[in-house]
C-alpha cells in the first residue's frame, strides 16, 4: 500500500516569491492534515480537514497561507508570499476513520 | 486545551544501554497517548500509542511506554539501544476523539558505540 506522497521534497525559493506544496493522502484516509514543523521542534497544526471540509483552520495564518483538499482526497498548501521565517519542514498526514496517523515524508521549504 | 511536554530535549546513551525518555501531559479530557520517531530526512513514524486498557503498552523495534494518570505521564523505555534507535523521538496527546494530535518539543535520542 502506498504511503503518503508530498511533493516537492525540497523547495527553494526567494523571499516575496509563492509556493505551493501538494499532498496524495493514503487511499481511504477521510482526515487529512498539514503540519508545519520548524527545526528543532516538534510539528505544529496548520489545518484539519476531514474530507473536503477544512475543520480545524484555527492555526493557519491566512494572511498569506492558504490550503484547500478538492474532492476530499488531493490537498495543496500555498504560500503567497513566502517570507524568510516561513523556512521549515511542512508534513502532510492522514488517518482513516478511528485509525492512526500516517505521516509523509515532509517538504523542506528554505526561503533566501 | 491539551499540551505535551518532553523533559529532556537530547539524551546521549551508549549502545545496549538502557534508555528512558520522559514526556508529561496536560488535558481536560481523557487522552489517548503517542510516541512517534522520525529519522534524519523523513517523516514521522508511529512507535506506540495508549487508547485504552492496559498501562504498559509495547511498540515496535523493542520500545514500551507506560500510561501514567495519576502523574499524567507517558515515558517511553527500551532495556538495550542499538544505533539505529538514533533519532528524533516525540511524544503526542490526542484529547479523546477530537483528532487534534499535540506533539511535544522532541527529544534526540543519540546512541554512541
Known amino acids: 500500500e502506498a504511503g503518503v506522497v508530498q511533493s516537492p521534497r525540497y523547495k527553494i525559493i526567494e523571499k516575496k516569491q509563492p509556493v505551493a506544496f501538494w499532498c496524495n493522502p493514503i487511499s481511504g484516509h477521510n482526515t487529512l492534515y498539514w503540519y508545519l514543523q520548524n527545526l528543532g521542534q516538534g510539528p505544529e497544526l496548520l489545518i484539519r480537514y476531514e474530507n473536503e471540509e477544512a475543520v480545524d483552520d484555527s492555526q493557519l495564518p491566512k494572511d498569506r497561507f492558504s490550503a484547500e483538499r478538492l474532492k476530499g482526497v488531493d490537498s495543496t498548501l500555498k504560500i503567497q508570499p513566502a517570507e524568510l521565517g516561513d523556512s521549515a519542514v511542512y508534513l502532510c498526514?492522514?488517518?482513516?476513520?478511528?485509525?492512526?496517523?500516517?505521516f509523509g515524508e515532509g517538504s523542506r521549504l528554505t526561503v533566501l | 486545551a491539551q499540551s505535551v511536554t518532553q523533559l529532556d530535549s537530547q539524551v546521549p546513551v551508549f549502545e545496549e544501554a538502557p534508555v528512558e525518555l520522559r514526556c508529561n501531559y496536560s488535558?481536560?479530557?481523557?487522552?489517548?497517548l503517542f510516541w512517534y520517531v522520525q529519522y534524519p530526512n523523513q517523516g514521522l513514524q508511529l512507535l506506540l500509542k495508549?487508547?485504552?486498557?492496559?498501562?504498559l503498552v509495547k511498540g515496535i523495534n523493542g520500545f514500551e511506554a507506560e500510561f501514567n494518570k495519576s502523574q499524567t505521564s507517558f515515558h517511553l523505555r527500551k532495556p538495550s539501544v542499538h544505533i539505529s534507535d538514533t533519532a528524533e523521538y516525540f511524544c503526542?496527546?490526542?484529547?479523546?476523539?477530537?483528532?487534534?494530535?499535540?506533539f511535544g518539543k522532541g527529544t534526540l535520542l543519540t546512541v554512541n558505540p
Open positions: 498526514a492522514s488517518r482513516p476513520l478511528g485509525g492512526e496517523l500516517f
Open positions: 488535558s481536560s479530557v481523557s487522552v489517548y
Open positions: 503526542a496527546v490526542e484529547g479523546g476523539s477530537n483528532y487534534k494530535l499535540t
Open positions: 495508549y487508547l485504552s486498557g492496559s498501562t
